[in-house]
């Protein structure tokens, strides 16, 4: 409301952003009319992004280099690598996924150390 009243309408395909990630300052200083995809960035910047904010996946293994998946990184989310890999393995042999996943993670961090 407040960059429709003082700045304009909004363009097409644009929305309301806040440039400091506090969606309760409301100052004209502090909003800017951009795109959806520059406003999940700026979620992402700011730490208010809820994958951005994890530090371990469900089953307990860290959200941490080298245990993410890189092309789940490219798109803005974190994923335990290690699950990945044990839900493929459970997937094509069956068996436990926390037992599966552990083991997975436990050889993931081997082979950086």
Known sequence: LVLAAFVGPCPDGM???????????????????????????????????????????????PLAHPNLIRSALRLGTRQCRACNQGRSAVALHGGDLKQISDVKYARIMEKVA
Request: net charge positive; hydrophobic share 15%; charged share 30%.
């Open 15 to 61: 929305e309301g952003c806040h440039n400091d990630g506090d969606p309760a300052n409301n100052r004209l200083t502090n909003l800017r009319w951009d795109s959806s995809s520059e406003n999940k960035r700026d979620t992402v910047r700011h730490g208010n992004h809820y994958s951005s904010r994890k530090t371990h996946c469900p089953l307990g293994h």
